[in-house]
Nanobody, 126 residues
Framework: QVQLVESGGGLAQAGGSLRLSCAAS????????MGWYRQAPGKQRELVAS????????????NYADSVKGRFTISRDNAENTVTLQMNSLKPEDTGVYFC???????????????WGQGTQVTVSS
């Protein structure tokens, strides 16, 4: 099993910045992708950003929701098994609960699946 611990949520003013981090532990060898979803009140959960986690190389790829392109950046720290979401030029519409996730390939002893963090609140005031 993979465990995810999130940090960095809070309150920011419009135009400000926040930095979210997600640290993975446990059965992390088979993790292939990590990223962030968010859910605003009364709206469906949406994928914000993701990054691939290559097993044997340092290369990878990222993708972003159209609403955050040019403002948010997702990155990874291989040594710490941590994914970071840098959020700049924040808007009130960015308000919501942000959830980290990790997708894992199946192994001999574990099935494939998705792990979720507990969620962290991000509030942007105008």
């Amino acid at each position: 099993q993979v465990q995810l611990v999130e940090s960095g949520g809070g309150l920011a003013q419009a135009g400000g910045s926040l930095r979210l981090s997600c640290a993975a532990s446990g059965s992390i060898f088979s993790v292939n992708t990590m990223g962030w979803y968010r859910q605003a009140p009364g709206k469906q959960r949406e994928l914000v950003a993701s990054i691939t986690i290559p097993r044997f190389t340092s290369s990878g790829s990222t993708n972003y929701a159209d609403s955050v392109k040019g403002r948010f950046t997702i990155s990874r720290d291989n040594a710490e098994n941590t994914v970071t979401l840098q959020m700049n030029s924040l808007k009130p519409e960015d308000t919501g609960v942000y959830f980290c996730y990790a997708d894992s390939d199946g192994t001999i002893v574990l099935p494939p699946g998705r792990a979720w963090g507990q969620g962290t609140q991000v509030t942007v005031s105008s």
